[in-house]
C-alpha cells in the first residue's frame, strides 16, 4: 500500500512537467529572435494608410531593419495567402471567408480601400529575401494539414531566418514532428479572452494554460501581454523563450526574449 502512495504522489509531482514542458532549441537557432522587436503584420500603420499584411508593410519593416510577424492562410484553390482575419469584412469590405475564394478573386480585392492587394506567401517571401528574420503564423483553418505542408514547402527553400507559431497547438505539433529543426511557438492568451472570443470554458482553460504542450512542445511561448498564468511562467521557467503580443510600448521588452510590436517604432534590438 505504501509503495502505491509514494507512486501516485511521484506521478502528481511528475504531472506538470509532462504537461507543460518545452522543446528545446539550441542557442544558434534561437539567436535571429532573442532580443528583436517584429513588427506586427509588417510595419503598418494605425490608420491603415499602409494596410497590415501588405508587400509595403513588409517593405517598410524590411526597409528599418525591423523583424516581421505576418499570417498565412489557404485560399478555395488551395494557394498561401498573407491574411489575418477568418472573414474579407475588416480589410476589404466582402461579406465571405477567405477560403470561399480563388486567389484570383482575392487578389482583386483592395486592401483597406488603397492600392494594396493580398499578397501570396511567396511574394512576401520574395520581397524579404532572408534580409530579416520572420515569425510566421499559421491560421487555424478546415485543412490544417495542407496549410502546415504548404507553407513548410516555401519555407525549406527560403534562405533567411524563420519560425513558426499557431493559436491551434496541432498545426505547432505539426512541426515538431514533420520538421523539427524548426523553431516553433505557441500563441496564447487569458482563459477569459479565449471565452470572450466565443470558445468554451474548458478550451479557454487549456488553450489558456497551455496544456497541449504535451502534444506541440513549443520552444517559444508568444503570450499576450498582461498577466500570465502560473503554469505559463512554469513552461518558461523550464525553457521556453517568452515572446509577447501585441506590444504598444518599450516597456514591453522586459522579461522578454522577442516583442510583436504595432503602432511605434522601438529599437531593433534591446538584448
Keep these: 500500500m505504501k509503495k ?3 507512486l501516485a504522489a511521484g506521478c502528481l509531482l511528475a504531472a506538470p512537467f509532462v504537461l507543460l514542458a518545452p522543446g528545446q532549441a539550441s542557442e544558434s537557432k ?3 529572435f532573442t532580443g528583436r522587436n517584429f513588427a506586427h503584420r509588417g510595419l503598418h500603420s494605425e490608420d491603415q494608410s499602409v494596410p497590415e499584411n501588405s ?3 513588409f517593405s517598410l519593416a524590411v526597409e528599418a531593419g525591423y523583424g516581421m510577424e505576418l499570417d498565412v492562410q489557404l485560399s478555395r484553390d488551395g494557394q498561401v495567402v498573407v491574411f489575418h482575419d477568418d472573414t474579407l469584412l475588416r480589410a476589404c469590405g466582402v461579406d465571405a471567408r477567405v477560403d470561399e475564394l480563388d486567389y484570383a478573386e482575392l487578389k482583386a480585392l483592395s486592401l483597406f480601400g488603397t492600392e494594396e492587394r493580398i499578397p501570396l506567401f511567396s511574394e512576401v517571401l520574395e520581397l524579404v529575401d532572408g534580409r530579416t528574420p520572420l515569425i510566421v503564423e499559421l491560421k487555424t483553418g ?3 494539414d495542407e496549410l502546415c505542408e504548404k507553407t513548410y514547402a516555401f519555407l525549406r527553400t527560403y534562405p533567411g531566418a524563420y519560425c513558426i507559431e499557431s493559436f491551434h497547438p496541432l498545426i505547432v505539433a505539426w512541426f515538431r514532428f514533420h520538421a523539427p529543426n524548426v523553431l516553433r511557438g505557441q500563441l496564447a492568451q487569458l482563459p477569459e479572452d479565449y471565452v470572450r472570443a466565443g470558445r468554451r470554458i474548458t ?3 487549456v488553450l489558456g494554460n497551455t496544456l497541449l504542450n504535451v502534444a506541440a512542445r513549443p520552444q517559444f511561448i ?3 501581454i498582461g498577466p500570465k498564468p502560473l503554469t505559463v511562467r512554469f ?4 525553457g521556453a523563450m517568452p515572446v509577447g ?3 504598444h510600448s518599450r516597456d514591453s521588452e522586459a522579461g522578454r526574449d522577442a516583442v510583436i510590436f504595432e503602432y511605434y517604432k522601438p529599437g531593433i534590438r534591446y538584448k
Design 4 to 6: 502505491r502512495h509514494i
Design 30 to 32: 534561437k539567436a535571429p
Design 55 to 57: 508587400l509595403k508593410a
Design 142 to 144: 478546415a485543412r490544417n
Design 203 to 205: 478550451e479557454g482553460l
Design 222 to 224: 508568444a503570450y499576450r
Design 235 to 238: 513552461a518558461e521557467a523550464l
Design 245 to 247: 503580443w501585441t506590444s
